[in-house]
C-alpha cells in the first residue's frame, strides 16, 4: 500500500476541485426560484456591469447576489492572480436548500403550513 486513506482522498479532492474562480452563498433565505430571476440577468456579462445591474435591482436577491459576485471578484484576484477587468460571469446556479416548515394558526382549530424556502447561491468567473 503506497499511502494511507486520507492522502488518496487529498488526492482525489484535489483533482475534483473547481479550477475557476467562484464563490458560494449556503442556505441563503430567499427561494431558489427568486435567486435565479436576478441570476439570469448577470450571466455571462461582466463582472463591472453585472455589479451595475445588481446596484440598481430593486429585488432582495440582488442584494444577497451582489455580494456573492463581489466574493467571487476577490477570490479570483487573490487566489488565482486574475484581473478584475477581464472577468465574466461564467455559471450561476442557484439551489434549492433546506425548507424551514413554519405553522400558522387559522381559524376552528386548523393550522396551515408556512414554507420558508433557502437556496444555495454560486457564481463562478473566468477570464475573457
Same mark, same amino acid.
Given at each position: 500500500?503506497?499511502?494511507?486513506?486520507?492522502?488518496?482522498?487529498?488526492?482525489? /479532492?484535489?483533482? /475534483?476541485?473547481?479550477?475557476?474562480?467562484? %464563490?458560494?452563498?449556503?442556505?441563503?433565505?430567499?427561494? @431558489?426560484?427568486?435567486?435565479?430571476?436576478?441570476?439570469?440577468?448577470?450571466?455571462?456579462?461582466?463582472?463591472?456591469?453585472?455589479?451595475?445591474?445588481?446596484?440598481?435591482?430593486?429585488?432582495?436577491? %440582488?442584494?444577497?447576489?451582489?455580494?456573492?459576485?463581489?466574493? %467571487?471578484?476577490?477570490?479570483?484576484?487573490? /487566489?488565482?492572480?486574475? @484581473?478584475?477587468?477581464?472577468?465574466?460571469?461564467?455559471?450561476?446556479?442557484? @439551489?434549492?436548500?433546506?425548507?424551514?416548515?413554519?405553522?400558522?394558526?387559522?381559524?376552528?382549530?386548523?393550522?396551515?403550513?408556512?414554507?420558508?424556502?433557502?437556496?444555495?447561491?454560486?457564481?463562478?468567473?473566468?477570464?475573457?
Amino acid at each position: 500500500m503506497a499511502g494511507s486513506r486520507s492522502q488518496y482522498k487529498q488526492q482525489r /479532492n484535489a483533482e /475534483n476541485r473547481e479550477k475557476r474562480p467562484h %464563490a458560494i452563498h449556503k442556505y441563503a433565505r430567499i427561494s @431558489d426560484r427568486k435567486a435565479r430571476i436576478v441570476l439570469e440577468q448577470i450571466k455571462g456579462k461582466g463582472v463591472i456591469q453585472a455589479a451595475a445591474i445588481l446596484q440598481y435591482n430593486p429585488r432582495y436577491g %440582488a442584494y444577497l447576489v451582489g455580494k456573492v459576485l463581489k466574493s %467571487a471578484v476577490a477570490n479570483a484576484e487573490e /487566489n488565482h492572480q486574475m @484581473d478584475a477587468v477581464d472577468l465574466f460571469v461564467e455559471e450561476v446556479l442557484a @439551489d434549492q436548500g433546506p425548507t424551514m416548515k413554519r405553522i400558522q394558526p387559522r381559524g376552528k382549530g386548523r393550522a396551515y403550513r408556512i414554507n420558508k424556502r433557502t437556496s444555495h447561491i454560486t457564481i463562478v468567473l473566468n477570464e475573457r
